[in-house]
């Protein structure tokens, strides 16, 4: 639940997601709450994670921020409490845009390729956002021909999405962090204009230190690789010290 200011300030229930809740919030924004849940699988595995939410919450605000400063704008207007920030109200684009930089997870399975080859240049990929049907891997084209999309929206996060990821290879090569793959959402203004939206946490990041290959992310609940809050306050820690 979120805090009892944000509860009775703020509107109703929007919607609730496997980690977040949306709320209405004032002058039409959104109020996305963090919960300390993962799931993995398509929630096949699920777990609680004490201070997950609020660990999410701190590094996705300090990743948007860390990108507007690069020229790339988000839907986040602010940080509402240690749980909670308020958005933009954009209308979502149904697709996962997944960014590799080197080969893992759901890649290296479908390729039988072994974890950890440079993928150069970077590949872009879009899943369609579909939990019914398991959030499968759609081409470019069949968003276009039968997923109802526009070629210049599927180009626009493309572009938006390689950017990001090169802002963001800078300063995870500063933390000493190897960037694996990433997942993006976006979604469009009222005016028609795409931005970056949902989160960008170690719940959708892969990162690897850089010195000994230890996976800090969410592989660490999927694959049992050890205590996952650990490895997420390591990137915290790394991340604040990158930005001194
Ligand atoms: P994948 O290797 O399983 O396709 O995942 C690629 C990246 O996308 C990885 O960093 C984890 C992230 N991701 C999500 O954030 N949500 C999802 O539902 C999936 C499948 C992946």
Redesign the pocket.
């Known amino acids: 639940m979120p805090a009892k200011s944000v509860q009775s300030t703020y509107g109703d229930k929007i919607y609730e997601g496997k980690a977040k809740i949306l709320y209405r919030g004032p002058k039409d924004t959104i109020l996305h709450y963090f919960k300390d849940s993962a799931t993995a699988f398509n929630a096949q595995k699920k777990a609680e994670f004490d201070g997950k939410g609020q660990m999410n919450l701190k590094i996705s605000v300090l990743l948007f921020d860390y990108l507007k400063m690069h020229g790339i704008e988000s839907h986040l207007i602010k940080q509402i409490d240690d749980r909670t920030f308020e958005s933009l109200s954009l209308k979502m684009i149904p697709a ?1 845009v ?1 960014v590799r930089n080197r080969v ?4 290296a399975k479908r390729l039988g390729e072994d974890e950890g080859a440079i993928l150069n240049p970077p590949t872009v990929e879009f899943y369609l956002k579909d939990d019914a049907k398991g ?1 499968p891997l759609v081409s470019e084209d069949l968003m276009v021909s039968l997923f109802h999309q526009k070629r210049e929206d599927l180009l626009r996060m493309r572009e938006l999405a390689l950017k990001i990821n090169s802002a963001l290879l800078v300063l995870f090569q500063k933390a000493k962090l190897n960037l694996i ?3 993006l959402e976006f979604g469009k203004t009222p005016g028609g204009k795409i931005l970056l939206a949902d989160e960008i946490s170690p ?4 990162l690897w230190d850089m010195a000994t290959g230890e996976k800090l992310d969410k592989d660490r609940f999927r694959h049992d690789l050890g205590d996952l809050m650990t490895g997420y306050q390591i990137v915290y820690d790394r991340l604040i010290e990158a930005l001194k």
């Open positions: 996962e997944v893992a997870g759901s890649l959030d793959d990433f997942k719940d959708c990041c892969r």
